[in-house]
């Protein structure tokens, strides 16, 4: 924890600062701009180091760019950094053709002498794969997203073979490995940016000052206040059509709601679901819903000496009215789980018979595991909205009175931040209410960082849970090349989840997003925000 203190104490004194608290002009921003409100402030700018928060999800496709992109209809790879590819017959070696001319971004801090190449593809991977790299320790040391699906162990090298190709070398067949590194946090990062870093001694701004070939760059950022985006003249491809984005993370104030019917605001990411009909209403404002690979659920801590009995797990599945939680969370917005894979997974499998509501089997289950006389537990709830929970906190209370219902009670412990990395530091939650919004349409981005053995290794397992014959048909699917295979080992897969209970699925939310009618070019994507380059104000 304290080397997690110390990056983000970091990222805050490097120098970027412009001013401190200064309120944004937003008339002016209209002009030639917009502001997105909706989100919480960075830990980092390094999508990298970090696997959920406005980095990843929002920043990075303005920021950054990434080898290839998920198509939003088919989920498949398609070129963009990378022009093509070639796969070995063994399915163990990736080569890149990369595309010329990419430019990356001048700031106030780097200017390049020299567009895209091989060796920035390298030393993007190679820090995260190669411990001897001088970066790989900078800040935190940690890449949680990449540890989560054991990307360290998969990628053996990362060699330039040419100034414009490039070859990965992969320990064994991997079925995901294209759409993994499709995805935001995939990023390609300026190696010569970073060696001027290094010689100055400031390695760590390539993080808190980040230099990206996207449509955008980092122009100002103020803690607590906003971030400010400009844009990339020489971006490869068309010329982004608004001259900035400005970010207001502010928390000061009145609600984000507030501003966005004030105009203080011109778009709201994933505002609450009681707040949809007085949006609804507003004329000046369209509210955007498209389906999303999330899921929210309830992790429950299996070293709990109460909760390693599955039949304790079981009892608080069964105890869960999730229909009650969609009607008065989701407002008709979102649908009920019955699996950690949302109904749109080629892979989803509905279990309405292990995953349903049933107070009298809740009770009959806790009386069998020896706790008729009841049980206290401690569930920690976030305080922020996402696409997965429009309400934590009434979710949370729904789930209290459940549970209340079958004799456990359980005690709330607001979490302002919920952060996998630290999930060891406090060992008095039982349970945390938390969800999971995939980054591509393979189910291995599902399974393997919420369930894996390599992810409850790492620390990042939220319910300390790995069983060997889980993660043996997960290794599998990855291998096999016949779809139907694949498909029939994350049937079995989930057939495992839904006897142990080491996560309780609740609902899937939809992508909500709200925004003036003046603005028009956002894309759409069942994933993260997509890059603002297409965003037009029109009179």
């Not at 049980?375 to 729904?398: D, F, G, I, W």
Request: proline share 6%; glycine share 6%; net charge negative.
């Amino acid at each position: 924890m304290k080397a997690i203190t110390r990056f983000t104490l970091g990222l805050f004194s490097l120098g970027l600062l412009a001013g401190c608290g200064e309120e944004i002009d937003h008339n002016k921003i209209r002009q030639k701009g917009f502001v997105y409100c909706g989100q919480s402030g960075p830990a980092t700018f390094n999508p990298q180091l970090v696997d959920s928060g406005i980095t990843p999800e929002t920043l990075s496709p303005q920021l950054f760019n990434t080898l290839l992109t998920l198509d939003n209809r088919t989920y498949r790879p398609q070129a963009s950094l990378a022009t093509q590819w070639q796969v070995n017959a063994e399915g163990t070696e990736y080569t890149f053709d990369l595309r010329k001319g990419v430019a990356f971004q001048t700031t106030a801090w780097f200017t390049p002498s020299r567009t895209m190449n091989a060796d920035d593809v390298v030393f993007s991977f190679r820090r995260i794969i190669d411990s001897t790299h001088p970066f790989h320790y900078v800040g935190s040391g940690l890449y949680p997203w990449f540890s989560g699906i054991d990307f360290q162990n998969l990628v053996v090298d990362v060699v330039a073979l040419s100034q414009y190709k490039v070859r990965f070398t992969l320990s064994r067949p991997d079925n995901s490995f294209l759409s993994n590194i499709a995805t935001s946090h995939a990023v390609i990062l300026s190696k010569e940016y970073a060696g001027q870093l290094e010689l100055s001694d400031e390695k760590g701004m390539l993080d808190s000052h980040p230099v990206g070939t996207g449509p955008f760059y980092l122009a100002d950022y103020q803690v607590n206040d906003l971030i400010r985006l400009k844009r990339h003249a020489n971006y490869w491809q068309a010329r982004p059509e608004m001259d900035q984005v400005v970010f207001d993370i502010s928390q000061r104030g009145t609600g984000t709601l507030a501003k966005l019917l004030r105009n203080e605001c011109d778009v709201l990411n994933s505002p609450l679901s009681s707040q949809l009909p007085i949006i609804e209403r507003n004329d000046d404002i369209e509210l955007t819903a498209k389906p999303a690979m999330n899921v929210s659920f309830v992790a429950v801590n299996t070293s709990h000496p109460a909760l390693n009995d599955a039949r304790v797990r079981k009892a608080l599945n069964y105890a869960i009215n999730r229909q009650n939680i969609l009607d008065s969370v989701y407002y008709g917005t979102g649908s009920q789980a019955y699996s950690v894979l949302p109904p749109s997974s080629w892979a989803y499998h509905k279990d309405a018979i292990q995953i349903r509501f049933d107070r009298n089997y809740a009770i009959a289950l806790l009386r069998e595991a020896g706790y008729s006389n009841g049980l206290e537990l401690t569930m920690s709830v976030p305080l922020q909205p996402r696409a997965y929970n429009p309400s934590p906190r009434k979710t949370a209370e729904l789930i209290q009175s459940n549970l209340a219902d079958v004799g456990i009670k359980l005690n709330l412990m607001a979490d302002d931040r919920f952060d996998r990395t630290t999930l060891g530091d406090d060992t008095n939650i039982d349970l945390y209410l938390t969800g999971w919004s995939a980054n591509t349409g393979d189910p291995d981005n599902f399974f393997r960082p919420l369930l894996s053995c390599d992810s409850e290794r790492v620390g990042l397992n939220v319910s300390s849970w790995c069983n060997p014959d889980f993660d043996f048909l997960l290794d599998l699917a990855l291998e096999v090349d016949k779809p139907r295979y694949r498909l029939n080992l994350y049937k079995q897969a989930q057939n495992i989840l839904n006897e142990e209970f080491p996560v309780i699925p609740l609902n899937h939310g939809m992508q909500m997003q709200a925004h003036h009618r003046s603005l028009q070019g956002f894309k759409v994507s069942p994933f993260n925000a997509q890059p603002f380059d297409a965003v037009e104000r029109v009179k």
